[in-house]
């Protein structure tokens, strides 16, 4: 059973960069056939996709994040990680690392149990 | 990009009830779209995918039907569990994104 689970500071301080990390166990990050994604949602709204990325490095972007996200992997400590700069109080949200089963925009079929990262001074 | 508009926003029904939410699509996403439920600090589960076929370990009593830009989510026989929030998604192209959901409430 893959599981996913989200790790990093829980707080950020506004202009500063967010930095966080999904660490995937019970499977390899460097199957073939999945993608790696990040979506986010501010507390009591909806669904946002950040973006995916393949374990070979490939990077796909939600073009209204796309100037301030960058998305990484290391496959070796079977991870990817996910840094959103120039953070302001509207990027205060749950964070969760997904599976996608396919392609860098297919179903998220595993998530993790999500992170709460609040922008504040 | 395309949008995904979910309706109704909220629904308040009773147990034993059915009950069908839909999801239209700003343009066709052929059968490119899932369905997942959100309950409570927890993070969405996938309950549909390819617009109409079920996940494992996915109750029968939840179906999804449509195609192009009009889908539907059906719950044939409401469940205690089943009241939750639940969103669509296309996966027609980057940016895969999310309707507004629908909060599905006990009546």
């Known amino acids: 059973q893959v599981q996913l689970q989200e790790s990093g500071p829980g707080l950020v301080k506004p202009s500063e960069t967010l930095s966080l990390t999904c660490t995937v166990s019970?499977?390899?990050?460097?199957?073939?056939?999945?993608?790696w994604g990040w979506i986010r949602q501010p507390p009591g709204k909806g669904l946002e996709w950040i973006g995916s990325?393949?374990?070979?490095?490939?990077?796909y972007y939600n073009p209204s994040l796309k100037s301030r996200v960058t998305l990484s992997v290391d496959t070796s400590k079977n991870q990817f990680s996910l840094k959103v700069s120039s953070v302001t109080a509207a990027d205060t949200a749950f964070y969760y690392c997904a599976r996608h089963w396919g392609s860098s925009s297919s179903e998220l079929d595993y998530w993790g149990q999500g992170t709460l990262v609040t922008v504040s001074s | 990009d395309i949008q995904m508009t979910q309706s109704p926003s909220s629904l308040s029904a009773s147990v034993g009830d059915r009950v069908t939410i839909t999801c239209r699509a700003s343009q066709s996403i052929t059968t490119f779209l899932n369905w997942y439920q959100q309950k409570p600090g927890k993070a969405p589960k996938l309950l549909i995918y390819?617009?109409?076929t079920l996940q494992s370990g996915v109750p029968s009593r939840f179906s999804g039907s449509g195609s192009g830009t009009d889908f539907t989510l059906t719950i044939s026989s409401l469940q205690p569990e089943d009241f939750a929030t639940y969103y669509c998604?296309?996966?027609?192209?980057?940016?895969?994104?999310f309707g507004q959901g629908t909060r599905l409430e006990i009546k």
């Open positions: 019970g499977g390899s990050i460097s199957s073939s056939s999945y993608y």
């Open positions: 998604q296309h996966s027609y192209s980057t940016p895969p994104s």
């Open positions: 990325i393949y374990y070979r490095g490939s990077t």
């Open positions: 390819g617009a109409s």
